[in-house]
């Protein structure tokens, strides 16, 4: 069956623009997984959706990102007023139920000018 | 919460050689124990997990070991090939969060 999609693959944006990236998990999924991993870097966890439950945003770096699941499907992580140090890979992951193997993402690589 | 280390950060072995990548973790409460492997410019891919009921788990040329009471996991690659060069990422999950990595460690296989 189809993987994990997020659109788009690359994204080049101005210091100061919003960008929008958009993440598809495996169908069925019910928890979804936000993370974003500098250049030779680890993975840094941002934002956990699970089912209906209120998401866990502890890992956000701060008030200018955000992220939202609609319907328990698609998600969208925002990023207003971007900075450089923005510019990463962006990946999103989803598990059955949350306590399982996640499967990730081709990622988004934003890059700030 | 959770805080996962993972040593080396670089690894070089010669092709045939075994190599050994250990991660340390923090959270008692951690039970589900992944690693991934990410070649570059792709995405990571899981290359097998272990639970914490479970002292060891194989699969052809990798495996993985578990001491909870140390609370460290190793992953064992044998007879390594050119193939397995990537950067790996050992992870820990308390069940109660997403999952948190360690820092990664690039393995280069020498021919």
């Known amino acids: 069956g189809a993987g994990v999609s997020q659109s788009p693959s690359n994204k080049v944006t101005e210091k100061g623009k919003d960008v929008e990236l958009r993440c598809d998990p495996i169908s069925g999924h019910t928890a979804l997984y936000w993370y974003r991993q500098s250049l030779g870097q680890g993975l840094e966890f941002l934002i956990y959706?699970?089912?209906?439950?209120?998401?866990?945003k502890s890992g956000l770096p701060s008030d200018r990102f955000s992220a939202e699941r609609t319907g328990g499907s698609v998600s969208t992580l925002t990023i207003q007023r971007t900075q450089q140090e923005d510019s990463a890979v962006y990946l999103c992951?989803?598990?059955?139920?949350?306590?399982?193997?996640?499967?990730f993402g081709p990622g988004t690589r934003l890059l700030v000018l | 919460g959770e805080n996962v280390e993972q040593h080396p950060s670089t690894l070089s072995v010669q092709e045939g050689d075994s190599a050994v990548i250990k991660c340390t973790y923090s959270d008692s409460a951690s039970n589900y124990f992944p690693w991934y492997k990410q070649e570059l410019g792709k995405r990571p891919q899981l290359i097998i997990d272990i639970r914490s009921n479970v002292g060891e788990k194989k699969d052809q040329r990798i495996a993985v070991t578990l001491n909870k009471t140390a609370k460290h996991f190793s992953l064992h690659i044998t007879e390594t090939q050119p193939e397995d060069s990537a950067v790996y990422f050992c992870a820990a999950d308390t069940g109660r969060r997403a999952l948190t990595f360690g820092s990664g460690t690039r393995l280069q296989v020498q021919p």
């Open positions: 959706f699970q089912g209906n439950s209120a998401p866990d």
């Open positions: 992951a989803s598990s059955p139920t949350g306590q399982e193997t996640q499967y």
